[in-house]
């Protein structure tokens, strides 16, 4: 997973690469996790939760990861969770749609290991950042040789 931040006029912007399609949603989740929570969270404090489950269908990669990375905030804002990006590897799926374009989901396994890993911060945590939205930038899911990457606007909020 990686990610770096990239010149953009009003709000952040961030580069979201990876080997693989699954690994740039892996790292547009480190990237949103890192904006809000800026390195505060333990991961010995994560919980295993099986109801976090998600599908997401768009006709290109970077609608897929502007519409998870609006997931998250959504899952952020009404419920203070943040997703362990390690679980998006070993609980997500990618598949091409023929027609159709592509569908994210997260997938359920056995019990024990069913749903993503999952932050959930104090009611009086004070994320870094306040964004309105994600939102693709121009020149976005392309492919230099084998390195995958993504630009990403997260739009805050004024």
Same mark, same amino acid.
């Given at each position: !997973?990686k990610?770096? !931040?990239?010149?953009?006029a009003?709000d952040?912007?961030?580069?979201?690469?990876?080997?693989?399609?699954?690994?740039?949603?892996?790292?547009g989740?480190e990237?949103?996790?890192?904006?809000?929570?800026?390195?505060r969270?333990?991961?010995?404090?994560a919980?295993?939760?099986?109801?976090?489950?998600?599908?997401?269908l768009?006709?290109? !990669?970077?609608?897929?990861i502007?519409?998870?990375?609006?997931?998250?905030?959504?899952?952020f804002?009404?419920?203070?969770?943040l997703?362990d990006?390690g679980?998006i /590897?070993?609980?997500?799926?990618l598949?091409?749609?023929?027609?159709?374009?592509y569908?994210f989901?997260?997938v359920?396994?056995p019990?024990?290991s069913?749903?993503?890993?999952?932050?959930?911060?104090?009611?009086?945590?004070?994320?870094?950042?306040?964004i309105?939205?994600?939102?693709?930038?121009?020149?976005?899911?392309?492919?230099?040789?084998?390195?995958?990457?993504?630009?990403?606007?997260?739009? /805050?909020?004024r």
């Amino acid at each position: !997973m990686k990610f770096r !931040m990239i010149e953009h006029a009003a709000d952040l912007a961030f580069r979201l690469e990876g080997d693989s399609w699954l690994e740039v949603v892996a790292s547009g989740t480190e990237a949103f996790n890192t904006l809000l929570a800026g390195g505060r969270i333990v991961p010995e404090t994560a919980r295993r939760s099986s109801d976090e489950q998600v599908e997401i269908l768009a006709e290109s !990669m970077d609608e897929v990861i502007v519409q998870w990375i609006n997931e998250l905030l959504f899952l952020f804002e009404s419920r203070r969770i943040l997703v362990d990006p390690g679980s998006i /590897l070993e609980q997500g799926e990618l598949v091409a749609q023929e027609g159709e374009g592509y569908l994210f989901r997260t997938v359920k396994g056995p019990v024990e290991s069913s749903g993503l890993r999952t932050w959930r911060l104090p009611a009086e945590f004070v994320p870094g950042a306040s964004i309105r939205k994600a939102e693709p930038r121009p020149g976005v899911a392309t492919d230099q040789g084998r390195r995958l990457w993504v630009n990403v606007v997260f739009v /805050l909020n004024r």
